[in-house]
């Protein structure tokens, strides 16, 4: 299987023939985007899966943010616009995890560091919460669940 970029460049084709405009737009942003971020810097780099889905939930939240803007400012036709595009841009994201799938990780993470040898408390809260955010990357609320990693631990 292919990198996120290679399907973002294969659908943008498929739009351009199909002539969807507001997802041509939009992957042709998130594909300048992902450039910019690409030869930026000092030295080239080249994005991994990792960073595009960090790099397009920024731009899905930056779009729903605008579109929040838009619709106080009594332009519902722009917000609409960029809330559509917030809303195609998710559909390249993994799929967000429950409070349940997460609260299995936790217990998972914390009866491996159990299998470490130390019962896990609240000094096991680093080695617990790096196996977690290993596992959750991006698909739960960061806060959310070093509370609930803090509320077990405790």
Sequence with gaps: MGTLKDQL???MTHHLKSGNKLALMTLRNLLGEINTKEKGGKTPVELGDEQVVAL????????????LTYGDAGQPE???????EADFIETYLPAPLTS???SEIVDRAIAAVAAGGEAPGMRQMGQVMKIVSAEVAGRFDGKATSEMVKSRLA
């Design 56 to 67: 397009l939930q920024k731009e899905a939240a930056r779009r729903r943010e605008t579109a």
């Design 78 to 84: 722009r917000a609409a616009m960029e809330t559509a």
């Design 100 to 102: 349940e799938d997460v």
């Design 9 to 11: 460049r294969t659908d």
